[in-house]
């Protein structure tokens, strides 16, 4: 890539790390004009690189989606015991959500490509296996479910904000820690609530 090249991306990513700065503090009442200024750019300059606050959107939506793929891929998920590799995930996931969820709430979940989805779960699905194997988790659950358990208590953590309530960091201990204890082994018989009858006896 030329030299000119380096600078135009250099440019690119200062306005796009402002906006998220920006929409994370204030919110839906973030003008172009409000970005140019933070990233230290004139107006020219913005509508040069995006010609619109849509395709600022666009583009700052598609940022999230590679920014959260590089953390996992990162975080060596597959080099750690699985209850820190769930520490690692819940604390990535609560730090995106600190960044880019007021993005999410004005523009909406962007549509994530296939592949983009594939690279996202991958890393992930990798860990739920291994902890199957290893004897992490609990046995009357397969590591899909129990991943799928995992991505609704995460959700449900994000749709509260818990990261705003309680800092990220205490956020990411949460969710990890009642997951853990749910999804654990070391659980008394008396808890399979999976094979229990209900108390209708239905």
């Known amino acids: 890539m030329t030299r000119n090249g380096h600078l135009r991306d250099r440019v690119a990513v200062a306005i796009l790390d402002a906006a998220a700065m920006l929409l994370a503090r204030r919110g839906e009442s973030v003008s172009m004009a409000d970005v140019a200024a933070a990233a230290g750019v004139g107006r020219t300059t913005l509508y040069r690189h995006f010609p619109s606050r849509e395709t600022l959107l666009d583009a ?74 290893d004897g992490t988790w609990r046995t009357d659950l397969g590591p899909d479910t129990l991943l799928d358990l995992y991505s609704a208590l995460l959700q449900g953590a994000l749709g509260q904000a818990l990261h705003a309530k309680l800092g990220v960091e205490p956020a990411a201990a949460a969710v990890t820690s009642v997951f853990m204890h749910g999804a654990g082994t070391r659980r008394p018989a008396s808890d399979d609530l999976v094979n229990s009858p209900s108390p209708t006896g239905s």
């Open 60 to 133: 700052l939506s598609q940022e999230a989606c590679a920014e959260l793929i590089g953390k996992l891929a990162d975080a060596g998920l597959d080099c750690v015991a699985v209850p820190e590799g769930v520490a690692r995930v819940s604390r990535i996931a609560m730090g995106q959500a600190a960044k880019y969820q007021a993005l999410m709430r004005i523009h909406g979940k962007p549509a994530v490509p296939d592949e983009t989805a594939r690279q996202l779960m991958a890393p992930l699905t990798a860990l739920f296996v291994r902890g199957s194997a």
